[in-house]
């Protein structure tokens, strides 16, 4: 099979990597000037990895498009809009959407705005734990498949899975979109605990996160279970624990007041998630939170105690 991944940052130049390793015809976009494009053409490998000699590499999208069977999408969510709509063309093939978020502005889920930009092309997304770093260490890990056709689904998991990643059938779009997004606002809090000192409160967190994004997911149409799934639930400890999460680490700066520069894709959900609170009537309270710290400067401590702190109810209130 040949594969094109449309990227060039930490997790495209893993995918390209992960590709080329499973056999497949790999080849790697990315922007033209893109400075991690230039860096990997220049030395075949960044900080994570070192590329095999056969991934090819190029700015041409129209090149792009036309290599692969299937295309892997790389970028940051906030970035998909402005990819898609300066494509050229369609993919020839499935576009399976590699990344996690929440478009702002809008609260679209990826495939929803991949629907948008491109109208009916078969779409898919590619979600769970798993960091570079640990796979090209030969960690595996297990990663979630979905799609709204059970079929390409199948056919996706089967062609891309291998000893390194095990994919499951996702059989629930917005679920995994929704849990996949809201997971990394958890990790933001997460970050901000052990900021403060407050690392023992991650399990509660845990807790609670999945049960307020359950019950949005199951406002929007999707299931409960999902979040309690790969996508979100189980993807906590890459991104609440792991020292290799981006958005963990950016909440824990935001205590220590260090600075980051690393793309934190909880931010820009923390606001998508407020307003599919407002237009789902579904309380969001871990969410909310971690909005009012980035968003208005709420101060942290005062903000995360409040969570802790909330009138007594049952656990599994509706």
């Known amino acids: 099979m040949k594969i094109t991944v449309l990227g060039s940052g930490r997790w495209a130049s893993f995918l390209a990597w992960y590709a080329a390793a499973g056999g497949h015809n790999t080849l790697l976009w990315g922007r033209p000037g893109s400075q991690t494009l230039a860096g990997l053409a220049a030395a075949r490998a960044n900080r994570y990895l070192t590329l095999p000699p056969h991934v090819e590499l190029t700015d041409d999208i129209e090149k792009a498009l ?17 990819l898609l709509t300066g494509l050229p063309g369609k993919p ?36 769970g734990p798993g960091h570079p770093q640990d796979f090209v260490g030969g960690i595996p890990n297990c990663m979630v498949i979905d799609s709204g056709d059970h079929a390409l689904t199948r056919e996706l998991a089967d062609a891309l899975g291998g000893s390194l ?38 399990g509660v967190l845990m807790a609670r996160g999945a049960r307020e994004i359950s019950r949005l997911a199951a406002k929007m149409g999707g299931r409960e279970i999902t979040i309690y799934g790969i996508c979100h639930l189980g993807d906590y400890q890459a991104t609440l624990f792991s020292p290799y999460s981006h958005n963990r680490r950016c909440g824990e700066c935001r205590i220590t007041g260090e600075p980051y520069a690393e793309l934190a894709e909880g931010v820009a959900t923390a606001k998508s998630l407020m307003k599919l ?8 309270p871990i969410c909310a939170a971690v909005n009012d710290i980035f968003e208005h400067g709420r101060e942290p401590r005062e903000a995360l105690a409040g969570l802790f702190l909330r009138s007594t109810k049952s656990e599994f209130y509706l």
């Not at 036309?66 to 402005?82: C, E, I, K, T």
């Not at 609170?277 to 969001?284: A, F, M, Q, T």
């Open 66 to 82: 036309a290599f692969g069977d299937v295309v892997l999408a790389a970028v940051g969510a906030q970035q998909l809009r402005s």
């Open 277 to 284: 609170s407002r237009d789902c009537g579904v309380d969001l």
């Open 165 to 202: 990643i095990r994919f499951y059938y996702g059989e629930d779009l917005t679920g995994t979109e929704i849990g996949a997004a809201a997971k990394n606002v958890v990790g933001l809090a997460a970050g901000m605990l052990d900021g403060l000192g407050l690392t023992s409160l991650k």
């Open 92 to 127: 020839r093939g499935p576009l399976v959407l590699c990344m996690k978020g929440l478009e702002e502005g809008t609260g679209l889920r990826l495939s929803q705005v991949t629907a948008q930009c491109l109208g009916d092309i078969p779409v898919a997304v590619w979600v």
